[in-house]
């Protein structure tokens, strides 16, 4: 088993920057892949970006691409989404899952998901 706990939701204004963090614990393994999903109110979950704990690899949805950036601390079990210039449709519950498998952005693939982290970008 793999908890995930999210932190550092919000309110943050258009244009500021705010970084969500996710501590994982249990059994979790370099060969994990680690995700960040959300969903923006009353739309369906989406993918944000994805790290793998071994070589660091990342992609990004085209969407936040160039303006969010996912990280890892392997040595706190921690992994960061710094979101820089966020929009108004950026406002979401964003949610931290871990796969144990390829990078992907699926979220059918990632089998333990946190409970989620509430942000909402002001214009």
């Known amino acids: 088993q793999v908890q995930l706990v999210e932190s550092g939701g919000g309110l943050v204004q258009a244009g500021g920057s705010l970084r969500l963090s996710c501590a994982a614990s249990g059994r979790t393994s370099s060969t994990y892949t680690m995700g960040w999903f959300r969903r923006p109110p009353g739309k369906e979950r989406e993918f944000v970006a994805g790290?793998?704990?071994?070589?660091?690899?990342?992609i990004y949805a085209d969407s936040v691409k160039g303006r969010f950036t996912i990280s890892k601390d392997n040595a706190k079990n921690t992994v960061y989404l710094q979101m820089n210039s966020p929009k108004p449709e950026d406002t979401a519950v964003y949610y931290c899952a871990a796969a144990n498998g390829v990078l992907t952005a699926r979220p059918a693939a990632y089998g333990y998901w946190g409970q989620g982290t509430q942000v909402t970008v002001s214009s």
């Open positions: 790290i793998t704990w071994g070589r660091g690899t990342t």
